[in-house]
């Protein structure tokens, strides 16, 4: 019971400052996935079908997936670094009279809803495009945990960067690679073996797997659930730790 009433002020101060930059947050969110459903679903897979679903229907679960992941890895990771870093305000947070763990649940569910919002709107701009998907309860919850494991590795590397070049750095090495290969636009099956393999280790090409099966009708495995899950707790405990360490 202590560790919700200890959440409520984290996720407000987020929602504060989610409605403070509404639009701004809302015109960001939508501007990459409109321009990735135009330039890939309607300029090069127009008119062709992948994995026996038009190229649209494959390609809309992915950048769901993507802006999820985006959404919720920004909202945390800018603004943490930014007050760990610059402000000097970030050990405020941890002598409050809250715990440490729910410091870093709270900001991690606030990260995964703000996914989760981008993601939503994907869906809107798809239903515009004409696009109809099975959008279920385990959709959603797929796409909040989604949001919940990428809001945990923004906090990581915000907590672990000394620079906001440093942060773009992690980015560039750990977010863009999985921009692009982790089934998002493209199946995997096209790709050689050792890269296949590789790539199906990483969270996104998971998390694009079940939500395209569930989307198109398709089966997915328990498994790929798992894996995903596996990657919040070890995210999400190092978090934890370190922020331990700083506090002492």
Not at 168 to 193: A, H, K, Q, W
Request: hydrophobic share 50%.
């Amino acid at each position: 019971m202590r560790v919700f009433k200890e959440l409520y002020p984290i996720i407000w101060d987020e929602w504060v400052i989610f409605k403070r930059n509404f639009m701004k947050i809302t015109i960001s969110a939508i501007i990459s996935p409109l321009l990735y459903m135009i330039a890939f679903g309607l300029g090069i897979g127009g008119g062709y079908s992948l994995s026996g679903v038009t190229y649209m229907k494959f390609l809309i679960p992915g950048i769901v997936a993507l802006t999820t992941m985006n959404a919720s890895y920004k909202a945390i990771s800018v603004k943490l670094i930014t007050n760990r870093v610059y402000d000097q305000t970030f050990e405020q947070y941890l002598i409050a009279p809250i715990s440490i763990f729910s410091f870093c649940i709270g900001k991690a569910i606030a990260g995964a809803l703000r996914g989760m919002y981008a993601g939503m709107l994907v869906l809107s701009i798809a239903a515009v495009f004409g696009i109809s998907l099975n959008v279920t309860g385990s959709f959603l919850l797929l796409m909040f945990l989604n949001g919940l494991t990428f809001a945990s590795l923004g906090m990581l590397g915000a907590l672990v960067a000394k620079s906001h070049a440093d942060m773009n750095r992690f980015g560039s090495y750990v977010i863009l690679p999985m921009t692009f290969l982790c089934g998002t636009f493209f199946s995997t099956d096209y790709l050689p073996d050792f890269m296949r393999k590789v790539i199906h280790l990483l969270p996104l090409t998971h998390m694009s797997t079940m939500l395209r099966a569930i989307a198109t009708y398709d089966t997915y495995y328990v498994a790929n659930i798992l894996g995903v899950v596996v990657y919040c707790i070890i995210f999400l405990t190092m978090s934890y730790r370190i922020c331990l360490k700083i506090a002492t």
